[in-house]
DNA sequence: TGTACATCAGTGAACGCGCGTTCACTGATGTAC
DNA sequence: TGTACATCAGTGAACGCGCGTTCACTGATGTAC
């Protein structure tokens, strides 16, 4: 088992020990995303990581309790890396809630195509013996979507979301469907419309559904770069969203 | 290494050792399906599958040539399983190529989500060092594309391929992308126009989309059942590709 | 219909491998006086 | 500044496991006469 992160005094100036277990860990964590990518993320083996960073595998459980604590880690990574990635764009686009939206979906594509292996650790088929923990899991892997809905109920309350749009585009879907989605959002995010919350759903399927036909190679024997049929994909969804766009306002 | 398909006799009737063989390749194989689902694709072990079996190891090694083999065996009777169950599917739509597409696409989902692990399987992450043999994988793992093509193909050249959609479809999307999609065009179905292609194209990577995000678990925590939303998909995706609903005709 | 031989299915032991995890240990870094 | 002790990092051997594949073998099924 690994000691709890060293004590008390870690606001302290850092000591050797200190900055050479972060390195290490770093350094393990590292070794480990590059073999996931290079083999197979099934294929990740903590005794390949000691050989490759050149410790013994006991070593190893200095830093990780276990390969799962690992692969934790990883994804916490993973879901960081990419949520950090979406909301700086966001940031770097401006006020705009629809300009925000674009740059939102546009970074997440733009981290994903970037990562595949992180990519497919979050949304692939999941790994084989390894059990997710959801306490360490949750917040941080809902942190783009929870993204994606804050910019959608700004666009909404800043009266960008074209009623006629997102009322014409409710009545065109089965109320089953939309009774499933107004369920979820009494739970999880009441403050917001039922309209608002169809149309983001619509979006992010849309574009995740891509994404991952594109990162998975399935879109690969017809187009070399699927970059431009994602931008455009991008414009569709937020018209067929009834999002007004930015440059008309 | 197993023997090649039993010597010259095999259509007069069948020996009983070619039958004890049949139904043992067929066993091996529905064990084998039925661990992958229950334990990750992943998980596939000869042993694990020999022990079920209830025969030794080795004795795999009379009906397949190796892990690998099986494998590929299971690839094959699943790209052909979902291809003739939509091809049956579309049968029995009649003659009507709109018909036939709607039916096409949610015969799709049909077998997928009644089959994940084998929707897996085709569409997932690869399995770790698995590699697929084309020759024996490309055939019969492009019938279900082939089809739509087909179908497609066949709106369009009996007049259902709206003219004015179609157009205003190929230039809203940028040209990068339909240069990429011309390319294809030209090498797999120079017979199609163009215009048909980019919007069969258009149509798959949207419903293939969110049925990999709906099989793989990504919609269950907001849709309880992704039914009435893929159907909905389904018209959407038809109405925007220009295909005039056979209602109206 | 019966016999001699060839073919095939299935067994069980063995090989060699890589894996995650534990444990008693040595030596280096940090702390308190 | 120096010394005594506690803490931590890292080692190497071992355990027990499951894996794919090979091989010499036994016994059953099929074939030719």
Redesign the pocket.
């Known amino acids: 088992m690994?000691?709890a992160s060293?004590?008390t005094?870690s606001s302290a100036r850092p000591?050797?020990?200190?900055r050479?277990?972060q390195d290490?860990t770093a350094e393990i964590k590292t070794v480990a995303r590059r073999q996931m990518a290079d083999s197979g993320l099934a294929a990740?083996?903590?005794?390949?990581v000691a050989?490759e960073v050149?410790?013994?595998?006991?070593?190893?459980?200095?830093?990780f309790g276990?390969?799962?604590e690992l692969v934790t880690a990883l994804l916490v990574d993973a879901f960081t890396a990419v949520a950090d990635h979406v909301e700086a764009r966001v940031t770097a686009a401006g006020a705009d809630p629809v300009d925000g939206l674009r740059a939102a979906m546009t970074a997440f594509r733009e981290w994903s195509v970037a990562n595949p292996s992180g990519y497919g650790l979050m949304y692939g088929t999941p790994l084989p013996d390894y059990v997710a923990p959801p306490d360490r899991l949750l917040a941080v892997g809902t942190r783009v979507g929870a993204l994606l809905y804050r910019l959608v109920d700004e666009a909404d309350r800043a009266g960008r979301l074209e009623a006629g749009v997102a009322r014409d585009r409710l009545a065109a879907l089965p109320v089953e469907h939309v009774d499933q989605v107004d369920a979820w959002r009494r739970r999880r995010v009441p403050q917001m419309r039922l309209e608002a919350v169809v149309v983001t759903v619509d979006m992010w399927t849309r574009l995740q559904g891509l994404l991952s036909m594109e990162v998975f190679g399935q879109l690969a024997p017809v187009l070399t770069d699927a970059g431009p049929y994602f931008a455009a994909a991008v414009e569709t969804a937020l018209r067929d969203a009834g999002l007004a766009d930015p440059a008309t306002r």
């Open positions: 690994p000691p060293s004590s005094r000591t050797l020990r200190e050479r277990r290490l990740l083996s903590l005794r390949a050989r050149g410790m013994a595998v006991s070593a190893l459980y200095r830093y276990s390969r799962d």
